[in-house]
């Protein structure tokens, strides 16, 4: 009887908490599926959006108050692309290398230390970043390369990667922590040099996490704002180079978006560069789920 | 200190050989000491090994018994807290512990097999020669004909041939401690060390890793750790006694067995103590 009843329980228990989990996964999916319809539907994309794809990405500029007004982007993505580039082709063989070391190299003090640096670094607002950036890099800019204001894509995509990088280094350091130590041990204990059993073992092992970490940087680059306003110098114009200034999308959305009619053309165009910007991170986060499977399957992990 | 009549080892360290058909001291471990974070876990272990012979370590669980099997090709010093406070080991006359001595070189010339095999994150191919690569110890041979030769000395070429770029880690638990074997031998080991080799595996396969090793003696000198007393009765040619991080008794697997000097280890030996 009694058995009978304990079994029932158990039973009872797993279905619980089976049903929950998919509850926790249909809101999550949801509210995701939400925001992109509700995105969408203030667009208006598809349906009465005042321009055609190739206006609005790409030919035309941004020019609200010009007559006619025109709401074209291409701008702030190609700003968005350069700084998100930038930062994150920085931050990440440095982060790896950091969590490499902090996980393999480093002196166990050096990682006592390290590690909540790290995560106090990540908790900085980033208002302080742009301040940072402001009081280090763009005085010097002006002096230096003798421009009129210091603000351009150059000191943002710097400044972003000193922010991404605590983020790609400690979850780096995770996934290298996360190989098992006898593995470690049988690979050394075959006479190899530590760089070889980094190069041969440790990557493919700590793979899966390698990709978390370029996922959340990259995450975490494409959606920041304040400091990229703050440091980006903010200005409408196609950017030719690097000391060129620029706006990304989250910086026009910012600053237009506050004086801006609702349900206006231009309404429409910013909630339309929001929606790219959604499913670019979405495309982005695809791509690196199926590239870290096709590296799995590859390297035998 | 006082060290109480069984204590102490009835292995004579310097020269004197007990048996003199025994052959040359391949490995000899000389009042040997090691720390934990401080804690000593070997007190001054004395041990040899013969060459082409199979010398099994017995003892009770936490006597030391993985920790000396580590000092003798220097991946203890992989764990941080562990040092080795006094003594050495000459290995074919060499000090494993002299100043000059590069642990890696060590680490090349005497391969351990470890209790769990673990596959590295590549093919069955690669991972036998993940040690070829780096030390380009080709000696004229081909890749192909390396893997095939080890997989054959370890009786896994014919499970596996036709899968060798199959990832390794699809390999069952006793196919992967014989791969870890391949992988050893393709180092060209001049010593093999086993720290309980068969404990993750079932009765065949125990019995195929056992053959291996008979097969490898005439060789290398092999060390084996061991808990399974029959096993060291089947396998071994000397055994050497471990007790609470000293060396106990050291005597022909034969004498150990049968006529033990030592109190405790007639003890352990007889399932008094465990
Ligand atoms: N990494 C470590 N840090 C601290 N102490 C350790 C470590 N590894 C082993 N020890 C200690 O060293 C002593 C000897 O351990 P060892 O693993 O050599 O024993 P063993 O004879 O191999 O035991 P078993 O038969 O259970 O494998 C034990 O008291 C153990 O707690
Ligand atoms: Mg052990």
């Given at each position: 009887?009694?058995?009978?009843?304990?079994?029932?329980?158990?039973?009872?228990?797993?279905?619980?908490?089976?049903?929950?989990?998919?509850?926790?996964?249909?809101?999550?999916?949801?509210?995701?599926?939400?925001?992109?319809?509700?995105?969408?539907?203030?667009?208006?994309?598809?349906?009465?959006?005042?321009?055609?794809?190739?206006?609005?990405?790409?030919?035309?500029?941004?020019?609200?108050?010009?007559?006619?007004?025109?709401?074209?982007?291409?701008?702030?993505?190609?700003?968005?692309?350069?700084?998100?580039?930038?930062?994150?082709?920085?931050?990440?063989?440095?982060?790896?290398?950091?969590?490499?070391?902090?996980?393999?190299?480093?002196?166990?003090?050096?990682?006592?230390?390290?590690?909540?640096?790290?995560?106090?670094?990540?908790?900085?607002?980033?208002?302080?970043?742009?301040?940072?950036?402001?009081?280090?890099?763009?005085?010097?800019?002006?002096?230096?390369?003798?421009?009129?204001?210091?603000?351009?894509?150059?000191?943002?995509?710097?400044?972003?990667?000193?922010?991404?990088?605590?983020?790609?280094?400690?979850?780096?350091?995770?996934?290298?922590?996360?190989?098992?130590?006898?593995?470690?041990?049988?690979?050394?204990?075959?006479?190899?040099?530590?760089?070889?059993?980094?190069?041969?073992?440790?990557?493919?092992?700590?793979?899966?996490?390698?990709?978390?970490?370029?996922?959340?940087?990259?995450?975490?680059?494409?959606?920041?704002?304040?400091?990229?306003?703050?440091?980006?110098?903010?200005?409408?114009?196609?950017?030719?180079?690097?000391?060129?200034?620029?706006?990304?999308?989250?910086?026009?959305?910012?600053?237009?978006?506050?004086?801006?009619?609702?349900?206006?053309?231009?309404?429409?165009?910013?909630?339309?560069?929001?929606?790219?910007?959604?499913?670019?991170?979405?495309?982005?986060?695809?791509?690196?789920?199926?590239?870290?499977?096709?590296?799995?399957?590859?390297?035998?992990? | 200190?006082?060290?109480?009549?069984?204590?102490?080892?009835?292995?004579?360290?310097?020269?004197?050989?007990?048996?003199?058909?025994?052959?040359?001291?391949?490995?000899?471990?000389?009042?040997?000491?090691?720390?934990?974070?401080?804690?000593?876990?070997?007190?001054?272990?004395?041990?040899?090994?013969?060459?082409?012979?199979?010398?099994?370590?017995?003892?009770?669980?936490?006597?030391?018994?993985?920790?000396?099997?580590?000092?003798?090709?220097?991946?203890?010093?992989?764990?941080?807290?562990?040092?080795?406070?006094?003594?050495?080991?000459?290995?074919?006359?060499?000090?494993?512990?002299?100043?000059?001595?590069?642990?890696?070189?060590?680490?090349?010339?005497?391969?351990?097999?470890?209790?769990?095999?673990?596959?590295?994150?590549?093919?069955?191919g690669e991972?036998v020669l993940f040690?070829v690569r780096?030390?380009?110890?080709?000696?004229?041979?081909?890749k192909?004909?390396i893997i095939?030769?080890?997989?054959?000395?370890?009786?896994?070429?014919?499970?596996?041939?036709?899968?060798?770029?199959?990832?390794?880690?699809?390999?069952?638990?006793?196919?992967?401690?014989?791969?870890?074997?391949?992988?050893?031998?393709a180092?060209?080991?001049?010593?093999?060390?086993?720290?309980?080799?068969?404990?993750?595996?079932?009765?065949?396969?125990?019995?195929?890793?056992?053959?291996?090793?008979?097969?490898?003696?005439?060789?290398?000198?092999?060390?084996?750790?061991?808990?399974?007393?029959?096993?060291?009765?089947?396998?071994?040619?000397?055994?050497?006694?471990?007790?609470?991080?000293?060396?106990?008794?050291?005597?022909?697997?034969?004498?150990?067995?049968?006529?033990?000097?030592?109190?405790?280890?007639?003890?352990?030996?007889?399932?008094?103590?465990?």
């Amino acid at each position: 009887m009694i058995r009978h009843f304990l079994a029932k329980t158990l039973y009872w228990s797993d279905a619980a908490v089976k049903k929950l989990s998919f509850l926790a996964l249909g809101t999550g999916v949801a509210f995701l599926l939400l925001m992109i319809v509700f995105v969408l539907r203030e667009s208006s994309l598809g349906l009465g959006f005042a321009m055609n794809l190739f206006d609005f990405l790409v030919r035309q500029p941004w020019a609200p108050m010009a007559t006619p007004p025109s709401h074209g982007i291409f701008h702030a993505w190609i700003s968005t692309l350069v700084v998100t580039g930038l930062s994150l082709g920085l931050a990440i063989p440095l982060g790896f290398g950091i969590g490499l070391f902090l996980s393999e190299v480093a002196p166990r003090w050096v990682q006592q230390v390290m590690q909540p640096a790290l995560e106090v670094l990540a908790g900085i607002p980033a208002v302080v970043y742009g301040f940072f950036g402001y009081v280090t890099l763009v005085r010097n800019f002006e002096t230096w390369f003798d421009m009129p204001a210091g603000e351009c894509l150059l000191i943002a995509g710097l400044i972003l990667a000193v922010m991404v990088l605590p983020f790609v280094a400690s979850t780096a350091a995770e996934a290298f922590r996360g190989v098992a130590q006898d593995l470690r041990e049988m690979a050394y204990g075959l006479g190899v040099t530590q760089l070889y059993v980094m190069r041969r073992v440790l990557f493919r092992k700590a793979l899966p996490g390698l990709f978390a970490a370029v996922a959340l940087g990259l995450a975490r680059a494409l959606g920041e704002t304040l400091a990229v306003l703050m440091l980006a110098g903010n200005t409408v114009a196609v950017p030719h180079s690097l000391l060129d200034r620029g706006q990304p999308l989250t910086a026009l959305l910012t600053t237009e978006l506050g004086e801006t009619v609702v349900h206006s053309d231009k309404y429409q165009a910013l909630f339309a560069s929001g929606f790219i910007l959604l499913i670019v991170v979405l495309g982005i986060n695809v791509m690196i789920w199926t590239l870290k499977h096709r590296f799995l399957e590859r390297s035998h992990a | 200190m006082i060290v109480p009549m069984e204590m102490t080892c009835s292995y004579a360290p310097e020269g004197d050989h007990e048996d003199p058909a025994d052959g040359p001291r391949i490995f000899d471990v000389r009042d040997l000491s090691v720390t934990f974070n401080g804690r000593s876990v070997l007190r001054g272990v004395n041990a040899m090994a013969l060459d082409r012979q199979v010398l099994a370590i017995v003892g009770p669980s936490g006597s030391g018994k993985s920790t000396l099997l580590r000092t003798m090709n220097r991946t203890l010093e992989l764990t941080l807290d562990a040092r080795v406070t006094s003594g050495d080991i000459h290995f074919k006359g060499e000090r494993l512990y002299g100043n000059g001595t590069d642990p890696r070189l060590v680490r090349k010339r005497i391969c351990m097999v470890h209790q769990k095999p673990v596959a590295f994150p590549m093919s069955i191919g690669e991972n036998v020669l993940f040690g070829v690569r780096f030390h380009k110890n080709w000696n004229g041979r081909t890749k192909d004909e390396i893997i095939r030769s080890c997989l054959d000395r370890v009786g896994l070429w014919n499970e596996v041939k036709d899968r060798l770029s199959d990832p390794a880690s699809r390999l069952s638990v006793g196919q992967l401690q014989r791969l870890c074997i391949a992988r050893a031998l393709a180092n060209d080991p001049e010593a093999i060390l086993m720290d309980e080799p068969c404990s993750a595996l079932d009765p065949v396969s125990t019995a195929r890793i056992e053959e291996l090793i008979l097969a490898m003696k005439p060789q290398l000198p092999i060390v084996i750790v061991t808990h399974n007393l029959a096993q060291a009765r089947r396998i071994s040619d000397q055994s050497l006694f471990l007790y609470d991080g000293q060396s106990l008794e050291q005597d022909t697997t034969e004498r150990i067995f049968t006529h033990p000097k030592n109190g405790r280890v007639r003890d352990f030996i007889t399932g008094k103590v465990g």
